[in-house]
């Protein structure tokens, strides 16, 4: 009898306490989860398949666009992953913030001299170490903030800025099942063994450390606000995966074979079961975060879980990469290319988002852009806009929370429904820049001056056509160019382009005047005569041969010599038609001038290093810069220690090789010492077999 007493009256407490809980409003700071991939592709997701199915199975992400929207028309910032991951956590297209492209922070220089015609404008290294970051605002409104995973948000993977000097609370960095299989990847794979590092869980999964902090983060900080930027490593290259099960797995529903080489794979489409286990393997540390976050109890929140105040946004950097040299990837078909291009294929990205309050199963055909994040979170959390700071993309709190499928609810500061997006990309070999408006997309290819085998200047194409408020697919291929049909519809938008990227100050690619090929006034291009130093101050004295010089820019770096080194550009002052004059910034340890004429011709003196000698060589680009005289003798021995593990043979041969074809010829070595004796004899004493040119080899 007692015990049945107290046995009713814990039922009724507990039922008490259900109620109370159930009474309790939602905390009113959600949790975030952004999880970005790493170069997965708009096909490589299940959910996604359109026209020829995909091989892939992606189960967990498929039950993530089931609970929340599924984007249709969902793009990156950019089409490769740094600049992605610098405007998604500033909130800064990459035109503006001057970060256009992977690595950067170097000096403007063709990657052949001879070869290649243009060559990339100056980009930043790296996103400003004083950005006022979305992690950094979420900081200022009592969020903890946590990452694990790739960074890529500096000239490289480890050097300075960090995540815990962007405003991240906590950092991993581990590379887990990604790092590379040795000697190949078809060997080393999982076992059971305990004490393998990568042992195979219950599922046959390989341990992977990157999914489990974030795990750990989670459960370490779920009693606050958290915000957990997780950027996978996954699926970029190595393409690869520990599980031999899940890669004969692939092998069999492929109908395919292990390559005899490991390294190749030759099948087209989506034939690669390396890549097909990846994404799978993917797919099943995203559904590890999100059961973590559907069975764990909220601390802020009794009677509830994590998810139901956690905001879950899942998208990739860019699109897919659909090769590499001796390996097909993937497919984006039907989207045009993939990674290192603006077309469809390398900015069109999978974006599925769910959390309170969110509708589930929907499907939408608004535009999109990564940009959007910040904004967006910063509204879904009450987090106030930091003092000074704008937006290149809009807050998509309205869309998601209201109406998925309206545009009309994504709208410019001035009331105008967005429907236009660009992106700059004047890198790699595709040197273009792009503009969609509505249902129309243009490009605009910046190499096409008297070249045969390059695009016209302007492409047009119809992706789509709106009726009576719906879209129907026309041309997302991007296959049937419409610029000479519609030369005025091109025209408008190439200006609208103009007018957007002119805003944002942006950087355009320049001629190279020593290609061997022909170039309408490449004869024209000044030469620099001479140069003199007086403290801080530095004037050129150059002569025009034809065409204006029309811009300058002083290329200075602060850490010349050293392992990373980082360059800068500032601008240079035109003082008359054959002088130039520029300030070294402090702390300038070697620089170079930057002269732009009237055609885009680029004059660099001194000329840089290419970039195939740079990597061939490891040589320096302060090898062939000017030295700052008036460094402290300290910072002069700190630059060549740094140097000393480059053979002083190693830097003159870059100096003295004029033509950058990798020989010095006789009199290339004769002009680079001038003035001392018995130079015949000491090259033949450098030409071992007597070809008349001394390589790298011959003349360490």
């Not at 903890?144 to 815990?164: L, N, R, S, Y």
């Not at 002083?554 to 850490?559: K, M």
Request: glycine content about 6%; some cysteine.
């Amino acid at each position: 009898m007692i015990y049945s007493q107290w046995a009713t009256l814990a039922v009724v407490a507990l039922s008490v306490t259900s109620i109370a809980f159930a009474d309790e409003p939602r905390p009113t700071k959600p949790n975030i989860v952004l999880l970005l991939t790493d170069d997965l592709g708009w096909q490589d997701v299940k959910c996604y398949d359109i026209d020829e199915p995909s091989p892939m199975e992606t189960p967990n992400i498929d039950s993530m666009a089931d609970r929340g929207i599924k984007f249709w028309q969902a793009y990156s910032p950019a089409p490769t992953c740094a600049p992605s991951r610098c405007a998604i956590m500033s909130g800064n297209h990459p035109a503006r913030a001057q970060k256009t492209h992977v690595v950067g922070g170097s000096p403007p220089t063709p990657y052949n001299k001879n070869v290649h015609r243009m060559m990339e404008p100056w980009y930043s290294g790296r996103m400003p170490e004083n950005e006022m970051t979305l992690a950094r605002a979420l900081q200022q409104n009592g969020y903890v903030t946590g990452h694990c995973g790739k960074w890529h948000m500096a000239i490289d993977h480890h050097a300075f800025p960090q995540p815990e000097d962007q405003g991240f609370d906590w950092t991993r960095h581990n590379l887990g099942t990604t790092a590379k299989m040795k000697p190949h990847r078809l060997t080393g794979f999982a076992t059971e063994d305990a004490n393998d590092p990568y042992r195979l869980d219950e599922n046959g999964f390989a341990y992977h450390q990157n999914s489990e902090d974030a795990l750990t983060f989670v459960r370490d900080h779920s009693a606050q606000p958290f915000f957990l930027y997780y950027a996978t490593w996954l699926v970029h290259a190595p393409i690869q995966t520990r599980s031999e099960a899940r890669l004969l797995k692939y092998c069999k529903k492929l109908g395919v074979e292990l390559p005899e080489t490991p390294s190749e794979w030759n099948g087209d489409g989506q034939t690669n079961p390396f890549y097909c286990a990846m994404v799978e393997e993917l797919d099943y540390h995203v559904g590890r975060v999100v059961d973590l976050l559907d069975q764990t109890d909220d601390p802020r929140w009794p009677g509830h879980k994590l998810s139901e105040n956690t905001y879950v946004i899942f998208t990739s950097d860019n699109g897919a990469m659909e090769r590499h040299p001796g390996e097909i990837i993937t497919d984006n078909y039907p989207l045009d290319r993939g990674k290192i291009s603006a077309m469809e294929g390398g900015t069109r990205v999978p974006l599925i988002v769910f959390g309170p309050e969110i509708a589930k199963g929907v499907e939408s055909d608004v535009m999109i852009n990564g940009l959007d994040f910040y904004p967006t979170i910063l509204s879904l959390t009450g987090t106030p806009v930091p003092n000074n700071k704008s937006f290149d993309g809009y807050d998509l709190a309205d869309l998601l929370l209201i109406n998925p499928r309206d545009p009309a609810l994504v709208r410019e500061p001035d009331g105008e429904v967005r429907d236009t997006m660009v992106w700059h990309f004047p890198n790699s070999i595709a040197l273009e820049s792009t503009i969609r408006i509505g249902d129309y997309k243009l490009v605009r290819n910046y190499d096409h001056l008297n070249n045969p085998t390059a695009p016209a200047e302007l492409e047009l194409y119809q992706l789509y056509r709106t009726e009576d408020g719906k879209q129907h697919r026309v041309d997302i291929e991007e296959a049937n160019n419409l610029a000479s049909s519609l030369p005025q519809k091109a025209q408008q938008m190439n200006n609208r382009l103009s007018e957007i990227l002119t805003e944002m100050k942006a950087s355009y690619p320049y001629f190279n005047p020593n290609v061997r090929t022909p170039l309408p006034h490449k004869e024209q291009v000044c030469t620099v005569d001479a140069h003199h130093q007086r403290d801080d101050q530095v004037e050129f004295s150059y002569t025009e041969r034809g065409a204006v010089v029309t811009k300058a820019n002083l290329i200075y770096t602060l850490n010349g010599g050293e392992k990373s080194e980082e360059w800068f550009r500032t601008p240079a002052k035109l003082v008359s038609s054959s002088k130039v004059t520029a300030t070294l910034p402090q702390g300038t340890t070697h620089y170079f001038i930057n002269l732009i004429d009237e055609n885009n011709f680029l004059r660099s003196y001194p000329e840089v290093v290419d970039k195939t000698t740079h990597q061939k060589s490891n040589v320096p680009y302060s090898a062939t810069a000017l030295v700052n005289v008036n460094v402290t003798t300290k910072t002069k021995s700190k630059v060549n220690r740094s140097m000393e593990g480059q053979s002083k043979r190693q830097i003159a041969f870059v100096r003295w090789d004029t033509n950058r074809d990798q020989r010095l010829s006789f009199d290339e070595y004769k002009a680079g010492l001038l003035g001392q004796a018995n130079l015949e004899r000491r090259f033949k004493t450098f030409d071992k077999n007597n070809d008349g040119h001394l390589d790298h080899d011959e003349f360490k």
